[in-house]
């Protein structure tokens, strides 16, 4: 079993910038993949950024140019840097971790990301 607790979410002027983290805790837990989803209200939630365990990194469309994601394997914890935030980035944003022997998948209970003036 593997917990993930997100925090940094908040209010951000457009412009802005916030910072998340993501930390996965459990017995002997060897996460391959971290990354972040968000959904906004009526839509179907979409990958943000993702990195493997080895460092590699994919962007989705819309966090290209503005946001990094980064993690510390010693920690389990991932992070996701947003920059020059939109009004459309205004989500509830979830971190997700994928299990290297097994491909299970966890889910955090997600942290609400509002930009808006």
């Known amino acids: 079993q593997v917990q993930l607790v997100e925090s940094g979410g908040g209010l951000v002027q457009p412009g802005g910038s916030l910072s998340l983290s993501c930390a996965a805790s459990?017995?002997?837990?060897?996460?391959?993949?971290m990354g972040w989803y968000r959904q906004g209200p009526g839509d179907l939630r979409d990958m943000v950024a993702a990195?493997?365990?080895?460092?590699?990194?994919r962007y989705g469309d819309s966090a290209k140019g503005r946001f990094t994601i980064s993690r510390d394997n010693a920690k389990n914890t991932v992070y996701l840097q947003m920059n020059s935030l939109k009004p459309e980035d205004t989500a509830v944003y979830y971190c997700?971790?994928?299990?290297?022997?097994?491909?299970?998948?966890?889910w955090g209970q997600g942290t609400q990301v509002t930009v808006s003036s």
């Open positions: 459990g017995n002997r837990v060897d996460i391959y993949v």
């Open positions: 990195i493997t365990k080895g460092g590699s990194t």
């Open positions: 997700e971790a994928e299990l290297m022997n097994s491909g299970k998948t966890y």
